[in-house]
Structure formats: structure tokens, C-alpha cells
């Protein structure tokens, strides 16, 4: 077996994040910030565990493990050494796409109260999931994912009181759960004693739930309790933007059904601002469009943004406006969840930011918003404000829901039919400031999308338009584009 990697050594002096496993940018095992008896004990768990897999499903066992949803677990002090861990596994592979997992984690020198209430700070397992997916994309760098991992705040166990669980043995156990992408709620088990391939199996075969779970062999018992979910900050690229930014031509996207969309999106920094906090989406596959203004005007409102609309694009494709609409909100939890953990881990207010979102599946739509970007529709001659302004009034004007302003984040959703000949903006809210309601309707009127959007921005600016300002205009033609 080829020899670990190691990339730095391991300070036994704190808490640490660590991970081990495989990644795309390399071309064997890596292993960072883990105790030597943690990694030995996960590496032979793991090798053990994929054995098993290739026993029972053959082949395809690579498949189904590509398939595997991120498991978040808990093991007590004695499962994995004299240490408390915790932390995330997800699907991986090296560079050469040889599949082995990646498990990233916290190792807990004093922690020796019950697991339970470390499975409570969704925060922080969700940051750390988020940070885990980020693996998969193209742009991955490892120094900015250590990074990021060494940024994020400790693992805070609650405050919450458990009843001493029933028929408890001496072996210290494992929690495993996930969050079910369809419900929103966590479904896991507990398993005692060192975690055994079987249970591997239970964590691999979860991404086969759409047929039916293997019978082939035994699972480990219900977990019994809830738990909670993952993570990821990257560090603020500087938008130092003071140029119109249009889509290079409005992009036509293909049939649905009777409908055909096309896009044009534009944004500029402003008048007086040297950064731009905005950051817009428009994508085909699934047909998705955004726009996110950071709230603030330096790196943190850059960051709130932009990561924002980078976990929102990585929405997955679904059948119904029902299914994309829980996908959605899943990703804009996890930013929420982000960009909470990157508050805490600075010592400052958590980055945020305001967002609305646009999603269509064949002849539906849905608006999924928090805070103060707005969506307009422009139907048969007539505009109306689909959104309103989540946003508190009294001395000062405040948002009152964003991504990153809580703990827990509420968007508001709206689902409607599509007609041919709709016309949507979606548009940070400085765009409706400077420009009367009237003033946008007749400018949306006007004709063909070509060049709208910087149509829109231009007079934004002729209105001394300060601050960030986007807009994104998406227009529903039927099949023979009226």
C-alpha cells in the first residue's frame, strides 16, 4: 500500500481540523492535522469498509459511492483513540479517479460530556459540509480549502439536557446522520464499539435509498436522536470593478416544453464604491438566476455575495418546481450556515446578504428571496413586485431576514404557472431606489432583451446610482419565440 502523505505535522497542543483521504488535485492519500492513531484507525476502518462494498455490489459499488450524500458522525473518546471526533465523510477520488472517501474532522482532547450535544451545532457541520463539497469543483485549490478549514471557529457542544440513554453499554459509540435532501430532516443510526465495514456499508448504500435499501447485509440500529449538518468559507477575491459588466449577448436556452428563456444580466460597482458586493447567476442546467447584494461596502460584503451565489449554482437539476425549490433552500441554508461560521471564527458580525432567486422546471417558476432584491414581472403590458422588502423599520433602516444575518434562515417562496410573453427583472434594490417603478416598466417595454439589463444600469447611474447596483432579465417566448 502506498505510503501517506503528510502534509504538515500535527500540533497536539489544540483542537484541531484535520482530514485524510483522497483528492482531486492529487494523485494519493494526503492527510493534514490528524493524531497518527486517528488516521490509522479510519484508514484500516475505511479500507475494510470499501472491501465490503466491492463484495456486495460488485463492480458498481464505485457508482453507488459516487451517489453516497455527505454522513456527518460523532465518535466518543475511545473509538478512534483518546480523543472525542468529529466531523464529515464524503465521496472522493484522486486525480487519476481512483474513488476513496475524504473525512475531515475535529479532534477533541478534553471533551468527554455527551456526544448528543455536539450533534447540536448545525453551524458548524454544515460550514464543514460545504467546505467538503467543495473538493469536487474545478477551481479547487488546496492551500485556500486548508485555509478556509483553519478559519473555522471550534466545535461548540449545547447547552441542551439528554436523558441517560436505556440500556447504554461500556463501548463508546459512534452517531452517524445525514440530512434528507426531500424532508429536510436527519436520519442517522448509532453504532457501539469500533465502527465495523458493515457500517460503512449503511453510510455507502444510503445513496441507493431510491430503490430500496440492500438486504443483503445486516444495518446497524436507529440512531434515535436528531442531529444537525456542514461548512465552507474561501477568502474574498477583490472586485475592484468600475465598468458596466453585460452578459457578452443574451443567451437562448433550450425548449421546455412550449417555452423558450433568454437572459441578459449586467451589474456595476457605482458611483462612489471602488468594490462590487453584488454577484449575479444565470444558468441553464437547472434554469436558475440570481442576484445577491452584499451587505456593506468592503471584502466581507465581496465574500457574503459571492458565496452566496457559488453555493446557489450548485443547485441539481430536478424533476419538479417542488423538488428544485427544497434543493434551493438547501443550498442557501448551507451559505447561511457559511457565512454564520465565518463571523464567529473572525471575532465580527457575520458577513450577509440579500438575495433573490429564480428557479424554473417546464412551465412553473418559483421566487425564493431574503432581504431586499427584488423580483419584478412584466405580464401582458402590466409590471407588478412579485417580493417584498424583508426589512425593519425604526431609527435606522435594517434587513430583518438575509443569508448569513442568523442562525437560521427563513427565504420566503413563491411558486407560480409560467405564460409566454413574461418578462422577469430580479435587481439589487439600489436599481428601484434610484429608479421609479414607472421608469423600470417602460425600459422593460421597450423591445428585445438585447442589451436590457445595461439599459437598466445606465440609468441607474444617470441617477447617481452610489452604491452597487445588477440586474438580470429573463424573458418566457412559446416554441416559435413569441
Known sequence: MPPRSALDPVSMEADRIGFFGKLPSHGDFVSTGLRRSVQDALDAWLQAGIAKAHHHAGENWEQIFRNMPAW?????????GPVTVAGVIVPSRDRVGRSFPLVITAQLHEFADDTRKLCLDETWFLALEALAETVSRRDFELDTFTASLKRL???RPSDQHF??????????????????????????????????????????????????????????????????????????????????????????????????????KASHVGTRLSLNADAVLAQHTPFLFAVADGVGDGNEAVEASRQTIAMLADTAPQDTI????????????????????????WGRKSPSASLVSLGIVEDRFALIWAGDARAYLLRDGMMRCLTRDHVSVGLRRSLARAI???????????????????????????????????????????????????????????????????AVVIDVKDGNGR
Not at 460523532?74 to 473509538?79: F, P, T, Y
Not at 430503490?211 to 440512531?223: D, V, Y
Not at 428544485?324 to 451559505?335: D, I, T, Y
Open 72 to 80: 456527518r458522525f460523532v465518535a466518543e473518546r475511545g473509538v478512534w
Open 153 to 155: 471557529r471550534h466545535l
Open 163 to 264: 436523558e441517560q440513554r436505556a440500556g447504554r453499554s461500556q463501548r463508546p459509540d459512534t452517531l452517524w446522520w445525514r440530512l434528507d435532501p426531500v424532508d429536510r430532516q436527519n436520519k442517522g443510526f448509532r453504532s457501539g464499539g469500533a465502527p465495523q465495514p458493515t457500517d460503512f456499508l449503511e453510510l455507502l448504500m444510503a445513496g441507493m435509498e431510491a430503490s430500496g435499501p440492500s438486504q443483503a447485509e445486516p444495518l446497524a440500529e436507529p440512531m434515535g436522536e436528531p442531529a444537525v449538518a456542514s461548512v465552507q468559507p474561501q477568502p474574498p477575491a477583490a472586485a475592484n470593478v468600475n465598468r458596466i459588466e453585460p452578459e457578452p449577448s443574451p443567451q437562448p436556452v433550450a425548449e421546455h416544453r412550449n417555452f423558450r428563456l433568454r437572459h441578459d
Open 322 to 345: 417542488e423538488s428544485l425549490v427544497q434543493e434551493m433552500k438547501g443550498k442557501l441554508g448551507r451559505a447561511n450556515g457559511v457565512l454564520q461560521s465565518t463571523g464567529g471564527s
Open 404 to 470: 448569513g444575518l442568523a442562525a437560521q434562515l427563513s427565504p420566503e417562496v413563491l411558486q407560480d404557472e409560467l405564460q409566454a410573453g413574461d418578462r422577469f427583472l430580479l435587481c439589487s434594490h439600489s436599481l428601484s431606489r434610484v429608479i421609479p417603478e414607472r421608469g423600470i416598466a417602460e425600459i422593460l417595454l421597450s423591445g428585445d432583451i438585447d442589451d436590457i439589463a445595461n439599459t437598466l444600469i445606465q440609468e441607474g447611474l444617470i441617477a447617481d446610482c452610489r452604491e452597487n447596483l445588477s
